[in-house]
């Protein structure tokens, strides 16, 4: 599926509608560049699952969770890991194999521990559409 967002407030939209869908032991692996968008699309997807907190990429810290809404979302920014082994002083398994959804920013920084089944999501800018134009690309969704 490839959707096109002229404005931010799409973004956040198309997040919402997949979050509205999302099913606990999903994956969604959330790449592109900085500036993209990617934060945006999680606070649509966050309150999609009905999460009514602030929702800010954990970009220091590595992992958030959200416990308020209809399933758990556990919300990995890892575009500052150093190593894998910090995926695994964190835990992750117990969140990509637990009861709730993972969303992960900069995912493509970290293949060798994904599982085959994930969601990929890629948002693209293209300054030749407009400042806030950007193609958003879903793949592994049923």
Known sequence: MVMETWKAEETFELGKKLGKK????????????LGTGKTVFTQGFAEGLGIEGPVNSPTFTILQEYTDGRLPLYHFDVYRIGDVEEMEEIGYED??????VCLIEWSSLIPEILP??????????????GFDYRKITVEGLE
């Not at 089944?117 to 030749?128: A, F, L």
């Open 116 to 129: 085959d089944s994930v969601i990929r999501i890629c948002i693209e800018k293209n300054p030749e559409q």
């Open 95 to 100: 969140c990509f194999y637990g009861d709730g």
């Open 22 to 33: 999302a099913k606990a032991g999903e994956i969604y692996c959330l790449d592109g560049d």
